[in-house]
């Protein structure tokens, strides 16, 4: 068993409390019990019924917040009823000129009602907080002008109103019975006199730490006037230490509170000190966090499982945690909910919310894929959505609008495409109804699978965009889709499903706030990282940290030490403590782990057992192995296919350069599938001049060009790109971007090969053109193989040039004269990198001189349009044994090539030799 250790049973210090009052002259029944959260509460009521000997009425028992709600008189309103309320607040009271639409005014309003928050919770009399908040704005902003600027004077305008925002806001709320939580808060300070006044029960406050002001104020009148107690859940050890931020709170309760001057408070523990199992664990990535939990619990024996706890750091970890949970955790009861944000079906509604959120006839074809192929709509609208997908591939479809959309799908599916594309023209009500029945035809899907977890969030959704609704129908100020799905965003990161279990069976899995006055025997923490605990320095607030110290309202210090006082109670009643932290530093996670844990080392009681603890991933090592096929009979018939239709040299240098693309490509028939070209690729680029240069030269085939033709080529040439251009992106928009540049870069190109031909002809050249773009075929007699093979390929342009026979091969990338030399012909189907161009241009020759249409010596060789300046790049053989190099091809040249040519095929189909992978050199282009 992995250092797991064994100790007697532990009794929690809700139980301990109990104990205490099961003594006291106040029956159980009779008293008020108030704690930090339902949970406890709830925790509370088992614990009760285990110590009870007999039948009892159960006592009153509320969290903090409900006890406020009660002494207050006011219901709490979430965050969005309290930011619309606040809007009319301060559309009443700001000038028309001055006033913000609803959109900009929740950029700010959101941070400035937090603040409300926190002075109403520490009591603080507004209206000289916020005047001397607003002096600070006007130091802040000097000016050397005498007169301060519209801008200015507008500044501070705002910050002089914020008294009369918080004082209309708190009597609006007030005059309807609700408030925001600092509100109530404040209120139930104001009444608690009379509360006690009409309430002479014994209230009972358990396990609280860091009190506000006004939870101060309400707790000191109960005690000074009897009619309470508190039991603060410390150990001796933090108490006793004036550094330990643990105890910084309750020390300053003891010392301060003017009930302590007259009663000391004596019950404190004294469990961290006892025998402890202590783990610091390193595991590299959050998702490695989650699969060593797996590990820890599978140690663990089911009584054990009955006591343990896992906590949390970031929730970012619940999904992977409970994929990673062992099949032997037959109990499991989940405190934290589940965010609905990560709900599978919320990509598709923030889907459809991005395509309306911008006014255009037409939509992206990324964002309609988006949403035709969600999980949540594909199975509806398959196979009509593949089809739709084909045709924005096939006809590169970059936009489409609504009714091209809906021409793609039948009669009975016509609704759908129409509440998620018909355009909505900034009606919030329209879109918002769409979005409702389009949940009820997913709902009947989700029904017919019996999906009910997808139910589950499909429900949560129906009613988010209910309350949504009632909003938009209440308040006026949702007017455009926009602000509607800005609240969409905020309601939603609100949302959680909750999770059915045994609340008191099984391992229990919380976050750290979850796990208030809670106490349990194993326990697993997570996420032990600097910045996230402690969080560390995050304030989003108009406060200045100086005012905020000045006014004792919390900063990161306090908030710091609040979780330090969570973590080692925590620890103080656990018997075996598993503390995992995250190795990697990526994104916002720097790998080091939390000051906690250093502090613990520090102190290093006697009585723990430490354990540190790097876990590594194994991982194997990957073989680089290359690639083989062997020819089998049916592989041999597709080659024998090929080879009577016909090799060409693009398939030939496949080859050359890897075997198994040859395999993949020519053989197996695999092709990159159809894609939308958004921006014209480079190959289309070559493909449109090379039809540009067909188009102007095919009917001067048999003919001598002049210097008047190619002025005329010049001048239709732009006509002649547009037209290649239009053929080819029919839907593309070339009027801007990158498509413009490619565009122009295009008709560059034409235009300084037209004048390289001009040039060509005034030094006196004849150019006479033969063909023009022709597709060739011709038998290559190959004594060595049974059946007949023939090449084919179609020669960009074959002219003579002063009568001698010219093959020129067009190149839009870059070539130069080296990559057209051969010296060594046995290296001239093997080489790739440095002979493939030679190898095509002598296999264009060789097709026309197999043709018969090939009279010697002549030229072969490459235009290159982007080394233009070079010229006709010819191929060049270099003499054996000396620097001398011959550009004209001849019999002999032909002959030796296609000896090696022959011997290139005769290897491609020998049944003996397999397909073997090369391994590819990597080649960095040049800028």
């Not at 519209?150 to 005059?175: G, N, R, T």
């Not at 959120?357 to 709509?377: C, F, Q, R, T, V």
């Not at 330090?564 to 720097?590: C, D, I, M, P």
């Amino acid at each position: 068993m992995r250092g797991v250790f064994y100790f007697r049973p532990m009794e929690s210090f809700i139980c301990e409390v109990l104990q205490k009052l099961k003594n006291s002259d106040t029956p159980l029944s009779d008293i008020v019990f108030i704690l930090p959260s339902k949970r406890a509460g709830s925790y509370l009521l088992k614990e009760l019924a285990s110590i009870s000997k007999q039948t009892l009425f159960a006592p009153t028992i509320y969290s903090v917040e409900e006890f406020t709600e009660k002494v207050s008189g006011l219901q709490t309103v979430d965050n969005t009823i309290s930011l619309f309320e606040f809007y009319d607040v301060y559309t009443s009271l700001t000038p028309k000129e001055d006033l913000e639409d609803f959109e900009t005014f929740i950029t700010w309003a959101q941070s400035l009602i937090q603040d409300f928050n926190e002075i109403d919770r520490y009591l603080i009399d507004y209206k000289p907080f916020f005047n001397y908040l607003a002096g600070i704005q006007d130091l802040k902003h000097w000016y050397l002008q005498e007169e301060k600027t519209e801008l200015v004077k507008k500044y501070l305008k705002f910050w002089k109103s914020l008294p009369a925002f918080y004082e209309a806001l708190s009597k609006k709320l007030i005059a309807k019975e609700q408030g925001y939580q600092g509100l109530i808060y404040r209120k139930a300070a104001e009444n608690i006199q009379q509360y006690r006044a009409e309430n002479d029960q014994l209230h009972v406050f358990i396990g609280f730490n860091a009190l506000n002001a006004a939870e101060q104020s309400i707790i000191q009148e109960l005690l000074n006037s009897n009619n309470a107690q508190v039991y603060w859940d410390m150990d001796k050890l933090f108490f006793n230490d004036p550094y330990h931020a643990a105890s910084l709170f309750i020390r300053d309760y003891l010392k301060n509170w003017e009930y302590y001057k007259n009663n000391s408070y004596e019950q404190f523990s004294s469990h961290f000190t006892e025998e402890k199992n202590i783990e610091f664990i390193g595991v590299p990535k959050n998702i490695g966090q989650a699969k060593y939990i797996g590990e820890i619990l599978t140690s663990l024996t089911g009584e054990q499982l009955e006591n343990t706890a896992i906590v949390l750091g970031e929730e970012e970890l619940l999904l992977p945690v409970l994929n990673s949970l062992p099949s032997e955790i037959e109990e499991l009861n989940i405190t934290m909910g589940f965010p609905v944000k990560n709900a599978p079906v919320n990509s598709l509604f923030e889907a459809l919310f991005k395509i309306h959120l911008n006014i255009s006839p037409e939509y992206y074809y990324k964002d309609i894929i988006s949403i035709i192929h969600h999980p949540s709509l594909h199975p509806l609208l398959a196979p009509y959505s593949e089809a739709l997908l084909n045709k924005i591939n096939k006809e590169n479809l970059v936009y489409l609008k609504y009714e091209e959309i809906a021409l793609a799908f039948p009669d009975e599916l016509k609704d759908i495409i129409t509440w998620c594309f018909k355009p909505k023209k900034e009606s919030v009500k329209s879109i918002l109804k769409d979005l409702q029945q389009l949940i009820q035809s997913i709902k009947t899907f989700l029904k017919q699978e019996e999906d009910k977890i997808g139910l589950e969030f499909l429900y949560h959704f129906h009613v988010l965009f209910n309350k949504l609704n009632n909003l938009s129908e209440k308040y006026s100020h949702l007017k455009t889709i926009r602000s509607l799905y800005n609240f969409y965003k905020e309601l939603l990161s609100t949302e959680t499903l909750d999770f059915q279990g045994r609340p008191f069976k099984g391992l229990q899995l919380m976050g750290m706030l979850e796990s208030r006055a809670l106490d349990f025997e194993n326990v697993i923490i997570t996420s032990l990282n600097e910045g996230v605990l402690p969080a560390g320095k995050s304030d989003n607030s108009f406060i200045p940290y100086d005012l905020k110290q000045e006014y004792r309202l919390p900063t990161y210090r306090e908030k710091d030490a609040v979780y330090t006082y969570h973590f080692y109670r925590l620890l103080q009643r656990a018997k075996n403590v598993f503390l995992l932290y995250n190795t990697e530093a990526e994104g916002l996670n720097s790998g080091e782990k939390s000051r906690f844990l250093t502090q613990l080392e520090i102190e290093n009681q006697p009585t723990h057992r430490l354990k540190k603890l790097l876990v590594s991933p194994r991982v194997p090592q990957l073989r680089n192995e290359l690639k083989e096929v062997k020819k089998t009979p049916e592989i041999l018939e597709r080659l024998k296919s090929l080879a009577k239709s016909g090799f060409s040299p693009s398939a030939l240098t496949t080859y050359m350069r890897n075997p198994i693309d040859f395999y993949h490509q020519y053989v197996l028939g695999v092709r990159d599938q159809d894609e939308v070209e958004e921006t014209v690729a480079f190959n289309t680029l070559g493909t449109v001049v090379h039809n540009a240069l067909e188009n102007l030269y095919k009917t001067y085939e048999g003919k001598k060009i002049s210097e008047q033709v190619i002025k005329v080529f010049i001048k239709n040439a732009d006509k002649q790109i547009a037209l290649e251009f239009s053929k080819a992106y029919s839907k593309l928009p070339l009027q801007k971007g990158k498509n413009l540049l490619i565009y122009e870069v295009a008709k560059r190109y034409l235009h300084n090969f037209l004048k390289f031909e001009l040039k060509r002809l005034r030094a006196g050249e004849e150019i006479e053109i033969v063909q023009i773009e022709k597709d060739l075929k011709v038998a290559l007699p190959i004594e060595n193989l049974p059946f007949s093979v023939y090449l084919r390929g179609k020669v960009d342009r074959f002219e003579k040039s002063n009568g001698i026979p010219r093959i020129i091969d067009y190149k839009t990338g870059k070539v130069e004269s080296r990559n057209l030399n051969v010296g060594d012909w046995t290296e001239i189907t093997k080489d790739y990198d440095n002979y493939s161009k030679s190898f095509q241009v002598l296999t264009y020759a060789s097709l026309i001189a197999l043709e018969k249409d090939l009279t010697f010596p002549a030229e072969a060789g490459i235009v290159s349009f982007k080394n233009l300046k070079s010229g006709f790049l010819k191929f060049e053989k270099k003499e054996e044994g000396t620097r001398k190099k011959d550009s004209l091809i001849t019999q002999e040249t032909l002959d030796l090539f296609q000896n090696e040519l022959k011997k290139l095929i005769v290897e491609i189909c020998n049944p003996e030799l397999p397909f073997i992978e090369k391994e590819i050199k990597k080649s960095y282009g040049s800028f």
